[in-house]
């Protein structure tokens, strides 16, 4: 390396050192050693002791923090997000107005993202393919109906291998209606998982004891009779029934998305359609075959009869 190359690499390496940037992501971005760096450096600091001071004229100063009427309120902030780890910008906004902040909202959005984004990061997951017969999904998904308004609630119940589906509108969500569903969902796929997957829905679970769930006891009683077992998702991890989750994603995409429905009725009408028609001769995400076909193939080893004897409902 000739002297004029590694006086220029010495000024690089001082420029972005004074800008707050690591000795890493210098030596990464000139592509040398760390060590080189740290040399230059050290060179360039005793030239500057011995009266080269060309480079304080060409560099500019590392930038100052201004204090802004925003720093007085982000320990408010951290408080209030304590005690209400999903307010929105918005409420977070008009709560700091109300006690004073005249900042606009925008600052707010993007600090809040900021704060959030460090705190939950994202985490990398492995996608679990069961056997056939043994695993189902359930949940379900509120929408307003495009059109006339109204409020929907849509039952979804996939079988994991061949994401066969099953979807329904109500205008409840009662426990009653989810045993409904859940048998009609049976009877539609041809037989019973061994195991049925949802998260903490109520009717279903109680409440939580000691980080378990607690089981309803009618509910108990129904999936004994059925002869499946339960597996209730981790609080806040959505993606423990991913399967069941990406339906929904295809109904907002391509079955609500650019329609419009007069009633309830008539969503209902087209819903079955659309089931026939369109979600069950979805590719397979694996086979690439249709889930029509996939759901004939997992259907003999969902077909067990309820009798005989029952396995216990377990969280």
Partial sequence: MDEEVRRRLAYEAQRRKQRGQLLRAISRALGIHRTTVRKLLAELTERREQGDSTLDREVPPPPVHRPSKFDAFVERIESLLVMYPDLTAVRLHETLEAEGFTGRY??????????????NPKQAFQ?????????????????????????????????????ARAFEAWDNSRQTTILGCLKRSFERFGGVPLECVTDTMAGVVDRWECGRPILNVRFVDFAAYYRFSMNIAPRGMARYKGKQERPFRFVEENLL??????????????????????????????????????????????????????????S
């Avoid at 007069?262 to 086979?287: D, N």
């Avoid at 077909?303 to 377990?314: D, E, I, L, Q, V």
Wanted: hydrophobic share 30%.
């Fill in 106 to 119: 925008t600052i707010v959005r993007e600090y809040l993202r900021h704060l959030r984004k460090e705190r």
């Fill in 127 to 163: 996608l679990v393919e069961t056997p056939a017969g043994y695993q189902g999904q359930f949940d379900w998904s509120p929408y307003i109906l495009p059109g006339c308004g109204e409020k929907v609630q849509l039952w979804g119940c996939s079988l994991s291998l061949s994401r």
């Fill in 257 to 314: 998305n650019g329609r419009k429905f007069e009633s309830i009725e008539q969503f209902k009408e087209v819903l079955a359609w659309w089931i026939e028609a369109k979600a069950m001769q979805r590719p397979h995400p694996l086979t690439k075959h249709p889930l029509a076909d996939m759901l004939a193939e997992e259907r003999p080893s969902c077909s067990r009869s309820r009798c005989g004897p029952t396995t216990s409902a377990r």
